[in-house]
């Protein structure tokens, strides 16, 4: 692991950050100096764990480039390591909500690791197809308006 590290800054208010302190307890399964991993007490399927960076960002858009690579260089290991635990699993859903329009209920940065043990297993992500509603040049508008936010 590298020797990054990050000075941590806490919200008063936020529970993740109670469980960085150790006000609130919780279920740790990895810990380092960059990001703690502990099982999301909702256990959307058995082995659903979260990962949070040590120290208070909102949500995806307040990570710094250092952050992001501190923090996601992580989640292969840790996501091994759940996949490891039990047999049964099959595969697993990495998911990162944003905002509370994309589900976001905690504001303090958190990635979803969610073991999927089958198609039936109580876990579901419905994904529209809107291609339809597309043409070319609705394409192209959307791709040139997010480059350009790229650019420069």
């Known amino acids: 692991m590298d020797k990054m590290t990050l000075e941590p800054h806490y919200a008063d208010d ?3 950050c109670k469980i960085l302190t150790g006000d609130i307890p919780s279920y740790t399964v990895y810990e380092d100096n960059i990001v703690k991993a502990f099982l999301d007490i909702s256990q959307g399927t058995p082995g659903h764990t979260l990962v949070i960076p040590k120290t208070h960002v909102k949500d995806i858009f307040a990570y710094d480039a250092d952050l992001a690579a501190a923090v996601f260089s992580r989640i292969p290991m840790i996501a091994r390591a759940v996949k490891a635990a039990d047999p049964r699993i099959v595969g ?3 998911l990162n909500n944003n905002g509370s329009v ?3 209920s905690v504001f303090h940065s958190h990635i979803h690791l969610i073991p999927r043990y089958t ?3 109580d876990f579901k992500m419905i ?3 809107n291609a339809a509603n597309y043409t070319p ?4 508008a959307i791709q ?3 480059s350009a936010q790229l650019e420069g």
């Open 127 to 129: 994904f529209k197809d």
């Open 92 to 94: 697993m859903n990495i």
């Open 119 to 121: 198609d039936q297993d």
């Open 137 to 140: 040049d609705d394409y192209t």
């Open 144 to 146: 040139t308006k997010i």
């Open 14 to 16: 936020c529970v993740f």
């Open 102 to 104: 994309a589900y976001q």
